[in-house]
């Protein structure tokens, strides 16, 4: 290896803020000036408005910030004090609160004529004014942005549409008829050529930015989200620890916790963080992180980790790692580099606007020349080019995307669905691989009696009786899964816990054990062989057996398994009728995975697999080419729902994995996922079909501007008759059903 390669391989991570973002592909176009410098490789976030950057030693961060500055927008490196960046919603909702309450008398005033009192038409000039210029001020200059890179983008027919029409009715006002005292629009159709100095279009500049800033809030108001998975994962560990030293217990916050202090955890705590066991042994909970079902038993030696829970027993542990190097951590990270990494999804209005408007300049240059051509007055001339640049920008446009969104998600919440913003729906039509958690999302996550044996002799009404009398005292979730199982209990005295074998008691004069084979093997007990094989069996089947033994002998075995939500076979026949391909993904061992997967009918699974390998595994599927949706509910799906093309959390689940999540369903009803799948693909079907008629109505009034018949009136109707269709159409989405009714 050459030192050129050695060289090129060192480089250093760095994180950006990124402000004056508008929309994804100004996210695009900071990410490709960023990787256009040598050796840089930069990963750019709409969403969370931050850059991840990778950069060889020579170049400074002060050279990355040039960069960007350059581009058009502004760098900053993240200060762990600073005060948190003002909302960006917060800041639409202001402007757009603002511009209402201009434009409501602006276009009261433009559209009905008896309203327009002497001189009207310079108070509307004072009501636009603002409107245009400060409440639409983020469009012009993205437009100017954008302008400089040689790109349009819908900010760009925005400006363009709003400033033609502000800027020729001022024209009009200052050297037209339209300033003169007493002037009137009248309510009519007809169409009239004339050189355009006695018609205003303030109400459509001002109709125009208000309707975009409205959408433009919606969308910020769900993308303000996008940064609470990895707030909420790191509010999950415990805020306060119980530090031993010299045999004195002090409760210190957590972040006074170095490597190698020794601190206490009492049953129902959480174990404040990664570290190894001096002392004690206990059932430990670890299923928020690793998924498996059933708790874990531990000792001293045992490697325990950070924020899950010590369900019994008394532990001293030893720090092994704390802050930024635990587990926690790393899937908090991994959250945040796979929603970083994601892919942003142009908003389709910029894609089209991106089309448009270079035909629309083309037709209105044409328009221009083509009048001075035939020997038209150059102002004519100039009145034509100019309609049609007003009547090119339809106000619908902002009204396209949010009214489907919030119609979509309205209905999504009256079935318990939460569609968390329009990027969201275009991957819905993609994905053709569906990833499901195994416990918790294809399982109720709760362990449950699945089976009683008993031997020559005994019933296993008496069996569960008597392992369910003797477990009724413990606190192990397998002991209350048998409790639950029934109703009646024996009278039980001398009650003991033996940490990771088993129970002891006196049931009704009678010596009994419930627990595992090591626990009768110390008190030399006898376990026949139909006992041993009962066991094996289920063990085979994916289930965990407790051992049931009285006065000297094995009675009995009660298998434990956390069962099938009666949904799911449901579930994964909606799946693949939507052609995806669904795949069983769990940290619980291959035999419970491959059980559970025959019940419900999913021919793929994963099984014993850490968060981490979740996420990879997820990455894995989409270097192949596969688009995948995953499902889940713990902590340790978070980075796997980030990483997907598609998140889909249960609401029954953590707030971690929720926030991760692009689609959140509020029951555990796996069947939601489908419907979440298909009213998010009926709500694109919606949006693409109201962009199309929100331009549909203007383009076929430009012929109309260019051969210089436009008038006030149809250019209002022009707005008026696609708001009302895109509104319209977008109310269809109340009357979709899901199947989970």
Same mark, same amino acid.
């Given at each position: ?11 250093? &991570? ?42 060889? *030693? #020579? ?13 058009? !927008? ?35 005033? $433009? ?14 000039? =004072? ?32 400006? /363009?549409?709003?400033? $033609?029409? !502000? ?37 459509? $500049? ?60 009492? *049953? ?18 670890? &299923? ?98 100019? =309609? ?5 920008? *339809? ?44 416990? #918790?999302?294809?399982?109720?996550? +709760? ?25 009724? =005292? ?40 419930? #627990? ?44 434990? +398994? ?49 968060? $981490? ?16 949706? /995953?499902?889940?509910? #713990? ?30 369903? /509020? ?32 383009? +076929?009034?430009? *012929? ?14 022009? /707005?008026?008759?696609? &708001? ?18």
């Amino acid at each position: 290896m050459t030192s050129n390669t050695v060289e090129s391989e060192r480089r250093d &991570s760095l994180e950006l803020n990124i402000s004056g973002m508008t929309c994804a592909s100004c996210a695009a176009r900071v990410e490709k000036k960023l990787n256009k410098v040598g050796g840089v490789q930069a990963s750019v976030n709409y969403a969370t408005e931050k850059a991840k950057i990778l950069h060889p *030693p #020579g170049i400074s961060v002060d050279d990355l910030i040039a960069v960007v500055e350059k581009t058009g !927008y502004g760098a900053s490196i993240p200060e762990p004090d600073a005060p948190e960046p003002p909302d960006a919603a917060v800041l639409y909702w202001r402007r757009l609160v603002v511009a209402a309450a201009l434009t409501v008398p602006l276009l009261v005033l $433009a559209m009905v004529t008896p309203l327009q009192f002497p001189g009207w038409q310079w108070v509307s000039l =004072a009501l636009a004014t603002p409107v245009v210029f400060w409440a639409g001020w983020g469009f012009h200059r993205s437009a100017l942005v954008n302008l400089r890179h040689g790109a349009t983008t819908m900010d760009t027919l925005i400006s /363009m549409g709003t400033l $033609a029409a !502000y800027l020729w009715s001022v024209y009009a006002l200052v050297f037209g008829s339209a300033g003169e005292i007493g002037m009137h629009h009248p309510f009519e159709f007809v169409l009239r050529r004339t050189d355009g100095t006695a018609n205003i279009y303030f109400e459509a $500049a001002g109709a125009i930015i208000t309707f975009i800033l409205a959408g433009r809030y919606f969308e910020a108001r769900s993308r303000r989200r996008a940064g609470e998975a990895v707030r909420a994962l790191l509010e999950l560990g415990a805020t306060e620890v119980s530090l031993l030293a010299d045999g004195v217990e002090t409760r210190v916050p957590i972040a006074q916790l170095v490597v190698g202090d020794v601190f206490l955890v009492r *049953p129902g705590e959480q174990i404040a963080t990664d570290g190894e066991v001096v002392e004690g042994a206990a059932t430990v909970d670890e &299923s928020m992180l690793t998924g498996e079902s059933v708790p874990v038993e531990v000792g001293v030696g045992s490697s325990v980790t950070g924020a899950t829970v010590n369900t019994d027993g008394r532990l001293v542990v030893r720090a092994s790692a704390v802050g930024a190097d635990t587990q926690l951590a790393q899937i908090a990270r991994l959250v945040e580099e796979a929603q970083t990494g994601k892919a942003a999804v142009q908003r389709l209005a910029d894609t089209v606007s991106g089309i448009f408007v270079p035909i629309v300049l083309g037709i209105a240059v044409v328009t221009f020349a083509g009048w001075v051509v035939t020997g038209a007055t150059v102002p004519f001339a100039l009145t034509a080019a100019i =309609a049609v640049l007003i009547i090119a920008c *339809p106000c619908a446009l902002g009204l396209a995307t949010p009214t489907a969104l919030l119609v979509g998600t309205g209905r999504g919440a009256q079935l318990g669905i939460v569609i968390k913003g329009p990027e969201i729906l275009e991957n819905t039509r993609t994905v053709d691989t569906i990833v499901l958690d195994k416990t #918790g999302t294809v399982t109720t996550g +709760a362990m449950q009696v699945a089976a009683v044996f008993a031997t020559p002799g005994e019933t296993t009404d008496e069996v569960l009786r008597v392992a369910a009398s003797a477990e009724a =005292a413990s606190e192990h979730p397998i002991a209350r899964a048998i409790a639950a199982a029934s109703p009646v209990r024996e009278e039980v005295a001398d009650f003991r816990n033996t940490p990771g074998r088993g129970v002891t008691a006196t049931v009704s004069g009678r010596h009994v054990l419930v #627990g595992t084979a090591a626990l009768l093997d110390d008190r030399g007990w006898d376990v026949p062989a139909a006992i041993a094989g009962r066991v094996t069996s289920e063990a085979a089947a994916g289930r965990t057996s407790v051992l049931v033994a009285w006065d000297g002998h094995a009675r009995g075995v009660v298998s434990v +398994a956390d069962s099938v939500k009666d949904t799911s076979p449901e579930a994964v026949e909606q799946f693949r009728a939507l052609g995806l391909t669904p795949i069983l993904l769990t940290g619980d061992n291959a035999v419970a995975a491959r059980a559970v997967a025959r019940e419900v009918g999913i021919d793929e699974v994963v099984a014993e697999v850490l968060p $981490a390998d979740k996420a990879a595994l997820v990455r894995d599927l989409q270097a192949s080419g596969r688009r995948v949706a /995953m499902v889940g509910d #713990g902590v340790n799906d978070a980075a796997a729902l980030a990483q997907a093309d598609l998140g889909i959390a249960l609401g029954t689940g953590t707030h971690a994995a929720i926030e991760a999540s692009d689609l959140t369903l /509020m029951r555990g009803d796996l069947r939601l996922a489908g419907d979440a799948i298909r009213l998010s693909r009926v709500t694109l079907r919606t949006i693409k079909a109201n962009l199309f008629w929100a331009f549909a109505y203007n383009v +076929a009034a430009i *012929p109309v501007a260019a051969l210089g018949f436009l008038n006030p009136m149809i250019a209002s109707a022009a /707005m008026a008759f696609s &708001s009302v269709f895109v509104v319209s159409n977008s109310l269809r989405l109340r009357g979709f059903r899901g199947t989970a009714q």
